[in-house]
């Protein structure tokens, strides 16, 4: 190998070879670039990522975590990815090398082709967009009056249906060339291209931190829900919001503040409700922030996961209420969607984001994810748009 030339490619380069290396070889592998930031990581693991309890944000050992929607309280199903080898676009190249070396020999090998071109990164076409059976568009805005009758009925006060959207394709798409479009338009996401030989490939574009703990120990969580369509001729501080969307966003900031009073924790700090903007939607958003240092409380990440997930944003109100409803009525398993995924302890931050905007690639089908929270007042006309909206955004990202 003539290394002179490898040491010229961007590092990029060396993120989609080890991507498309490991998925061959069918071995976890995370590629992530945090919201508004440009370096891009990552990890393989060559354990094969195990479930377990999160690990604690103490652990001296970085990780990256993978939850489903479904997890147990104790979030013991979560996977926890183990860097065999982990690298961003600003490690040097003897520090990726060296931590190659570590790696089996068949892998290194396909890596390489990767890298050089020998071995041409998967091409498939996007499909064409199709639109929604009137059967299907019928089932959704069935299930959401079937949501709104309950609600009615004082069984439950909101529930966050979804639905997944699937599209034949003859190929492997170009999944990190659609990771590399995600992170250029949309900086304030988190974007992820993620493999589990159980999953399949995930990519995404989440606008929503489920809970997060920077170097300097401020913990972050927010309370995001309310969605319209953006509009460029709307300045954002003067988008109104109906009732509807007002009330949906105040009970998962109850439903978060909650959290807080369960850890007796007094201390945090409320940043709005403001209207933010999520690629081509807008949501309400309000934003807790605790500093752990000065409160002497590093381990608050750890206690606030298993309270937090799953928020209202993505289930309902009460909890196990709306989770009844969901697997007595929503029909299919949801699996990554809306659960949460991100790092932990790597360079001394944790981020975890609530997976959304995404979409999977698995056997010859990419399914798309998205769902839309129902209260009282909702229409489920609105609802079922809703989705589209949120469908398609994805979808004009990884066109660009
Ligand atoms: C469930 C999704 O989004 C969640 C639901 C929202 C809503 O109901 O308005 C808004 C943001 C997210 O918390 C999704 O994008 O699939």
Redesign the pocket.
């Known amino acids: 190998m003539n290394f002179s030339s490898v040491h010229t490619l961007g590092r990029v380069a060396w993120l989609e070879a080890a991507f498309y290396a490991a998925y061959r070889m069918q071995l976890p592998v995370v590629l992530w670039r945090l919201p508004h930031r440009n370096e891009q990581y990552c990890l393989v693991d060559m354990s094969g990522g195990k479930r377990s309890v999160p690990p604690s944000v103490l652990d001296p050992q970085p990780s990256f975590l993978v939850s489903p929607f479904v997890n147990a309280p104790d979030l013991s199903d979560t996977i926890c990815l183990r860097p065999t080898c982990l690298f961003s676009t600003r490690t040097p190249v003897q520090d990726i090398e060296a931590q190659l070396a570590a790696l089996p020999g068949d892998f290194r090998a396909l890596f390489y082709e990767y890298l050089h071109g020998k071995e041409p990164l998967p091409a498939g076409c996007l499909p064409s967009w199709q639109e929604d059976t009137p059967q299907e568009q019928n089932r959704f805005e069935a299930l959401v009056q079937r949501a709104v009758n309950e609600i009615a009925a004082g069984k439950l006060q909101k529930v966050?249906l979804?639905r997944r959207k699937s599209l034949p394709v003859e190929s492997m798409p170009p999944l990190s060339r659609w990771f590399a479009s995600l992170a250029a338009c949309y900086p304030h996401a988190m974007v992820t291209l993620l493999y589990l030989p159980a999953y399949g490939c995930w990519l995404g574009a989440?606008?929503?931190v489920l809970a997060a703990q920077d170097a300097q120990g401020i913990f972050h969580t927010m309370a995001?829900?309310?969605?319209q369509a953006y509009d460029p001729a709307v300045p954002l501080q003067e988008v109104a919001w109906r009732q509807k969307?007002i009330e949906?966003?105040a009970l998962?900031s109850r439903y978060i503040i909650n959290c807080f009073k369960t850890l007796r924790l007094r201390e945090f700090e409320e940043y709005g409700p403001r209207t933010v903007r999520?690629a081509n939607?807008i949501?309400?958003r309000t934003d807790f922030k605790v500093d752990t240092r000065s409160l002497a409380y590093p381990q608050l990440l750890d206690r606030m996961l298993p309270l937090l997930h799953p928020?209202s944003?993505?289930c309902g109100m009460p909890k196990d209420a709306a989770m009844d409803f969901l697997h007595r009525h929503e029909n299919y398993d949801r699996q990554l969607?809306?659960g949460f995924l991100g790092p932990l302890g790597v360079e001394g931050e944790s981020a975890f984001f609530?997976n959304?905007?995404c979409l999977q690639y698995t056997s010859g089908c990419l399914h798309f994810?998205?769902?839309?929270?129902?209260t009282a007042d909702s229409d489920p006309r609105k609802e079922w748009n809703?989705?589209c909206y949120?469908m398609q955004t994805l979808w004009q990202g990884i066109q660009s």
Do not use: D, F, N
Not at 224 to 227: D, E, P, R, S
Not at 369 to 374: D, S
């Open positions: 966050v979804s989440t606008p929503e995001l829900a309310g969605t969307e949906e966003q998962v999520a939607l949501h309400l928020t944003a993505v969607y809306s609530v959304l905007r994810y998205a769902g839309c929270g129902i809703e989705t949120k």
